[in-house]
């Protein structure tokens, strides 16, 4: 054999090794378990930060829902190497600024924690904004609205020990983020519900926001009466609802605004006792406040708490929470709300 043969042999073989290692994927991002984390959606990538439970709450990643999306096997890619944020849970997220693609963050109560970051999926870089304004004022386990005027809605009380109080003369706010001009303001008061969190809020099309729920899931009937904010003039109202089948009380569920722009959808919680399927799942007409029970096929799964939903195009995306069985289900579930007559569970898009 000669030199040059060996030489080019040798180089033959180094080449197809290079070109094999570069077809293979570096590594599979496998994110751990957890509850009470964000889950905001920006350019059809689902943004997962922080959570509790399972160690994974320094985590940072997202999912790309653009593409066909088969919840038995999903592609997260990691982005905890520029994650900045310290670890925690219970905070919220928007979409909001100047372009509307920006992630506000709005922090915990946690002495590590800035009250607010920011996150720019374009550049990926978080950071620390400076915003105008007086508030010093930390929250827990509320839910973070954006209106269409840019500004972030933050309803509740909460103390430093975690405990939610029904005391105006404590401190109860609504906060207002203006995530366009980064100043600070606060909403009314007058006829607003008492403090609380874990509740379930979503934003209509007239711009109300709509709050169901409380803290405390002994209040009797608490899902007979809901709570409404006009982003436009600043003002609260109250409805009673009707339906011979009402949600039994409950804590830690989700909300989300169906693709009829009148159909709110609630799924989950927790109750004195753990929830049947049968308990999961309602739907409250805010037309005329009226609740019933959907038709629902598939492959119904067991009911979650401290997960997060989110709407994408004709599916309610459900991510993580407590308390599944990664063996017996995904940490994404799928429900096709595309008729109104009928949700289905599934597990492809």
């Known amino acids: ?33 957890r509850h009470d984390h964000t889950a905001t959606i920006i350019d059809n990538k689902l943004y997962i930060l922080g959570g509790s439970g399972y160690s994974g709450d320094h985590e940072f ?30 905070a919220t997220s928007v979409v909001g600024g100047a372009n509307n693609n920006t992630l506000f963050l709005y922090g915990v109560y946690n002495s590590a924690m800035t009250l607010v970051y920011t996150f720019d999926p374009i550049f990926k870089t978080w950071d620390i904004p400076t915003i105008t304004g007086d508030n010093t004022i930390r929250k827990q386990f509320l839910t973070g609205i954006i209106a269409r005027n840019g500004k972030m809605y933050l309803f509740g009380k909460t103390l430093p020990t975690g405990l939610i ?45 709509l709050y169901i729920g409380r803290f405390d899931i002994k209040e009797e009937s608490a899902f007979r009466r809901v709570y409404l904010y006009d982003t436009f003039d600043d003002s609260w109202s109250k409805k009673i609802t009707s339906g011979n089948i009402v949600p039994s009380n409950r804590d830690y569920f989700s909300l989300v605004l169906g693709l009829d722009g009148r159909s709110v959808i609630m799924f989950g919680g927790r109750g004195e006792t753990d929830l049947p399927s049968s308990d999961a799942l309602y739907v409250l007409d805010t037309i005329n406040f009226n609740w019933y029970i959907p038709n629902v096929t598939g492959n119904i799964p067991r009911p979650r708490f401290w997960h997060k939903a989110n709407i994408m195009d004709n599916y309610m995306l459900v991510s993580f929470g407590c308390c599944y069985k990664k063996s017996h289900e995904s940490d994404i579930l799928l429900l096709d709300i595309s008729n109104n007559r009928g949700f289905k569970w599934v597990t492809q898009n």
């Open 165 to 209: 109080i029904n005391d105006y003369t404590i401190d109860m706010d609504m906060l207002i983020l203006d995530t366009i001009n980064l100043n600070w303001g606060k909403g009314s008061l007058y006829n607003a519900p008492t403090g609380r969190g874990d509740y379930g809020a979503t934003l209509l099309p007239n711009q109300i926001i």
């Open 1 to 33: 054999m000669t030199k040059s043969f060996l030489t080019y042999f040798l180089l033959w073989n180094i080449i197809q090794l290079i070109i094999k290692g570069s077809c293979q994927p570096y590594y599979q991002f496998y994110p751990l378990k």
């Open 61 to 90: 990643f997202y999912l790309d829902v653009s593409n066909k999306i088969d919840t038995q096997h999903l592609s997260w890619i990691d982005l905890s190497n520029i994650n900045i944020v310290p670890s925690h849970y219970g």
